[in-house]
């Protein structure tokens, strides 16, 4: 099993800086997900707090200077089967989506 340790020494390698963030084991809500990722990743104070909005930015993140983007979770947000669920599948959209247009890599862990 991949540690966030062995991560880390991965993104290092890279010879770039990585933006990196932390959401923290204490999340307990889909709002408050939003809003740490909102404040962490510095997302437009516009952003609806939706997961169309969350999908939309996280297939962007232009206004990251960094390369490689990387959210760390300390452990699996409490915010319920089904919108953990929706979570993992945007998620996934925007690591293959930004892969595949080449100009960002996100990167993402859980504890």
Request: proline share 4%.
């Amino acid at each position: 099993m991949t540690t966030n340790d062995d991560i880390l020494s991965r993104l290092e390698n890279l010879a770039q800086p990585v933006f990196h963030i932390i959401i923290p084991s204490t999340i307990e809500s889909k709002a408050q997900l939003f809003d740490v990722l909102g404040e962490h990743l510095k997302f437009p104070n516009w952003w609806g707090k939706n997961w169309d909005a969350l999908d939309e930015l996280l297939n962007d993140l232009s206004w990251i200077n960094e390369k490689t983007v990387w959210i760390e979770h300390e452990t699996f947000p409490d915010i319920g089967k089904s919108e953990f669920a929706n979570y993992l599948e945007i998620l996934k959209d925007a690591m293959t989506t930004l892969r595949e247009e080449g100009e960002k890599r996100l990167v993402v862990s859980f504890g």
